[in-house]
Structures are given as C-alpha cells and as structure tokens.
Nanobody, 119 residues
Framework: QVQLVESGGGLVQPGGSLRLSCAVS????????INWYRQTPGKRREFVAS???????NYHNSVKGRFAISRDTVWNTVYLQMNSLKPEDTAVYYC?????????????WGQGTQVTVSS
C-alpha cells in the first residue's frame, strides 16, 4: 500500500507563489506515476500535473508556464511549485499515486490541502 500526505497550502495574494508537497510512504517502488489534481465545490476533480517513474511530465494547459512538478530521487516527496497564482487556482489540491503491485493496479489519494488565492 501507499500513503500520501499533502502540505503547503494556504492563503496567497494573486501573483504570489506556493509550493505544495506530497509526502509518499509505503511501497514506493511500485509507483508508476504521481499526479496532482484540484477540486472546487460543485465541480469534478481536475488534473493539474503529473510525473512518471521515468520522469515524463505533463501539465494541464491552464497551468503550463506557471506550475512546475518535481520529485526527489526515490519518490519520497513530490512537489508542485505554483507561481503567478490566480484566483481561479483556488481549490483543494490532491496528490495521487498510480500503483502497480501484487495487489493489482490501484490509485491512492491523499487528504488534500486548501489553496486560496485572494486579495
């Protein structure tokens, strides 16, 4: 199994920056990718960014050039650096892990961290 804990959210003014962290533990060597999603009330969870085991990175168009996903070498922590934040970036941000192990292909989620962009 895999456990994920997000941190780093908070209140920031438009144009500001935050760095979110996703602390990963458990069977980390069976993780294929870590993704960041976000969700606002009444809306579906939306893909933000991903990084694969091999280092392939993808972003939602709305965050390209502003957000950067990175990780340490061994999947212990995945980061989401968020710059030039806009009010529409306000959401609860979640990380998830795509896991392929003896138990099968599973998706693990963290509990989320609130990001509020407001003046």
């Amino acid at each position: 199994q895999v456990q994920l804990v997000e941190s780093g959210g908070g209140l920031v003014q438009p144009g500001g920056s935050l760095r979110l962290s996703c602390a990963v533990s458990g069977k980390i060597f069976s993780i294929d990718a870590i993704n960041w999603y976000r969700q606002t009330p009444g809306k579906r969870r939306e893909f933000v960014a991903s990084i694969s085991r091999g280092g392939t990175i993808n972003y939602h168009n709305s965050v390209k050039g502003r957000f950067a996903i990175s990780r340490d070498t061994v999947w212990n922590t995945v980061y989401l650096q968020m710059n030039s934040l806009k009010p529409e970036d306000t959401a609860v941000y979640y990380c998830n892990a795509e896991y392929s192990g003896d138990e099968g292909d599973l998706l693990y989620w963290g509990q989320g961290t609130q990001v509020t962009v407001s003046s």
